[in-house]
Nanobody, 115 residues
């Protein structure tokens, strides 16, 4: 059974930082492209960042220079470090594991940026 479990969300003030983690089980983690996506109320789910099996990274323009994605294949975990957070970063953040024939999602973790 595949599980992706996100943690680390919460409430933070503008300009603050948060770190998200996504622990996986039931997949050959090192083979998967891992990603973070987010969905704000009333909006579609959008890409935040991805990291390939070869550790190539890709970021949405809105988070470049502020967010960093990384992975630890020994721990089957992907991370997202978020700095200089803005109110518009408020959303549910979802972990994703993807191969051409496989696509798995976590349950999401809420990130709220507000003073």
């Amino acid at each position: 059974q595949v599980q992706l479990v996100e943690s680390g969300g919460g409430l933070v003030q503008p300009g603050g930082s948060l770190s998200l983690s996504c622990a996986s089980s039931g997949i050959m983690f090192r083979m998967y492209t891992m990603g973070w996506y987010r969905q704000a109320p009333g909006k579609q789910r959008d890409l935040v960042a991805t990291i390939s099996s070869g550790r190539s990274t890709n970021y949405a323009d809105s988070v470049k220079g502020r967010f960093t994605i990384s992975r630890d294949n020994a721990k089957n975990t992907v991370y997202l470090v978020m700095n200089s957070l803005k109110p518009e970063d408020t959303a549910v953040y979802y972990c994703n594991a993807r191969l051409p024939a496989s696509d798995y999602w976590g349950q999401g973790t809420q990130v709220t940026v507000s003073s």
